[in-house]
Nanobody, 121 residues
Framework: EVQLVESGGGLVQDGGSLRLSCAAS????????IGWFRQAPGKEREGVSC???????YYTDSVKGRFTISSDNANNTVYLQMNSLKPEDTAVYYC???????????????WGQGTQVTVSS
Protein backbone atom coordinates (compact mmCIF):
# COMPACT_ATOMS: atom_id res chain seq x y z
CA GLU A 1 0.00 0.00 0.00
CA VAL A 2 1.34 3.39 -1.01
CA GLN A 3 1.49 5.84 1.85
CA LEU A 4 2.74 9.37 2.37
CA VAL A 5 2.27 10.45 5.95
CA GLU A 6 2.89 14.03 6.99
CA SER A 7 3.55 15.06 10.55
CA GLY A 8 4.96 17.96 12.50
CA GLY A 9 2.30 20.56 11.94
CA GLY A 10 0.88 22.66 14.72
CA LEU A 11 0.34 26.12 16.12
CA VAL A 12 3.30 28.48 16.31
CA GLN A 13 3.75 32.19 16.85
CA ASP A 14 4.89 34.65 14.20
CA GLY A 15 8.63 34.16 13.74
CA GLY A 16 8.63 30.62 15.06
CA SER A 17 9.76 27.37 13.49
CA LEU A 18 8.35 23.96 12.65
CA ARG A 19 9.74 20.91 10.94
CA LEU A 20 7.39 18.87 8.82
CA SER A 21 8.09 15.23 8.00
CA CYS A 22 6.84 13.17 5.09
CA ALA A 23 7.28 9.43 5.61
CA ALA A 24 6.92 7.38 2.43
CA SER A 25 6.23 3.69 1.99
CA UNK A 26 4.88 1.25 -0.58
CA UNK A 27 6.72 2.60 -3.62
CA UNK A 28 10.24 3.05 -4.96
CA UNK A 29 11.10 6.20 -3.04
CA UNK A 30 14.43 6.64 -4.84
CA UNK A 31 12.63 7.05 -8.18
CA UNK A 32 10.37 9.87 -7.11
CA UNK A 33 10.75 13.58 -6.58
CA ILE A 34 9.03 14.74 -3.43
CA GLY A 35 7.19 18.02 -3.27
CA TRP A 36 5.57 20.02 -0.52
CA PHE A 37 2.38 21.91 -1.28
CA ARG A 38 0.06 24.01 0.81
CA GLN A 39 -3.51 25.18 0.65
CA ALA A 40 -4.93 27.98 2.71
CA PRO A 41 -8.69 28.46 3.19
CA GLY A 42 -10.24 30.00 0.10
CA LYS A 43 -7.02 29.78 -1.89
CA GLU A 44 -5.68 27.46 -4.52
CA ARG A 45 -3.09 24.87 -3.69
CA GLU A 46 0.44 26.07 -4.33
CA GLY A 47 3.78 24.38 -4.63
CA VAL A 48 6.14 25.28 -1.79
CA SER A 49 9.26 23.19 -2.24
CA CYS A 50 10.56 20.13 -4.02
CA UNK A 51 13.57 17.85 -3.90
CA UNK A 52 14.56 15.79 -6.90
CA UNK A 53 16.07 12.33 -6.85
CA UNK A 54 19.42 14.01 -7.54
CA UNK A 55 19.02 16.17 -4.47
CA UNK A 56 18.27 19.39 -6.29
CA UNK A 57 16.00 21.65 -4.33
CA TYR A 58 13.43 24.20 -5.41
CA TYR A 59 11.40 26.77 -3.52
CA THR A 60 8.61 29.12 -4.29
CA ASP A 61 9.74 32.73 -3.94
CA SER A 62 7.75 33.46 -0.80
CA VAL A 63 9.63 30.85 1.25
CA LYS A 64 13.15 31.18 -0.12
CA GLY A 65 15.63 31.77 2.68
CA ARG A 66 13.16 30.60 5.32
CA PHE A 67 12.30 27.00 4.39
CA THR A 68 14.71 24.13 3.77
CA ILE A 69 13.81 20.80 2.23
CA SER A 70 15.93 17.72 2.84
CA SER A 71 15.73 13.99 2.31
CA ASP A 72 16.72 11.03 4.45
CA ASN A 73 16.88 8.36 1.78
CA ALA A 74 17.77 5.63 4.24
CA ASN A 75 14.44 6.16 5.98
CA ASN A 76 12.33 7.25 2.99
CA THR A 77 11.53 10.53 4.69
CA VAL A 78 11.56 14.10 3.45
CA TYR A 79 11.63 17.05 5.80
CA LEU A 80 10.60 20.66 5.45
CA GLN A 81 12.28 22.90 8.00
CA MET A 82 10.28 26.10 8.26
CA ASN A 83 11.85 29.07 10.01
CA SER A 84 10.73 32.67 10.45
CA LEU A 85 7.15 31.60 9.97
CA LYS A 86 4.58 34.24 9.12
CA PRO A 87 0.79 34.26 9.47
CA GLU A 88 0.52 34.00 5.69
CA ASP A 89 2.21 30.58 5.90
CA THR A 90 -0.91 29.25 7.61
CA ALA A 91 -2.28 26.38 5.53
CA VAL A 92 -2.66 22.65 5.27
CA TYR A 93 0.66 21.28 4.05
CA TYR A 94 0.78 18.21 1.84
CA CYS A 95 3.65 16.15 0.53
CA UNK A 96 3.43 14.41 -2.80
CA UNK A 97 5.54 12.08 -4.92
CA UNK A 98 6.24 12.41 -8.65
CA UNK A 99 7.59 9.49 -10.66
CA UNK A 100 10.57 10.37 -12.80
CA UNK A 101 12.57 12.20 -10.21
CA UNK A 102 12.47 15.73 -11.58
CA UNK A 103 10.79 18.57 -9.78
CA UNK A 104 7.76 20.29 -11.21
CA UNK A 105 4.55 21.59 -9.71
CA UNK A 106 1.93 19.97 -11.93
CA UNK A 107 1.82 16.19 -11.98
CA UNK A 108 2.18 14.09 -8.87
CA UNK A 109 1.27 10.45 -8.48
CA UNK A 110 0.77 10.09 -4.74
CA TRP A 111 -0.41 12.48 -2.05
CA GLY A 112 -0.46 12.53 1.71
CA GLN A 113 -3.39 13.51 3.86
CA GLY A 114 -1.95 16.84 4.96
CA THR A 115 -0.93 18.47 8.21
CA GLN A 116 -2.20 21.80 9.52
CA VAL A 117 0.21 24.64 10.12
CA THR A 118 -1.14 27.69 11.90
CA VAL A 119 0.97 30.78 12.54
CA SER A 120 -0.50 33.27 14.96
CA SER A 121 0.29 36.97 14.84
Amino acid sequence: EVQLVESGGGLVQDGGSLRLSCAASGFAFHSYAIGWFRQAPGKEREGVSCISTEGRTYYTDSVKGRFTISSDNANNTVYLQMNSLKPEDTAVYYCAAALGGSCQWYEYDYWGQGTQVTVSS
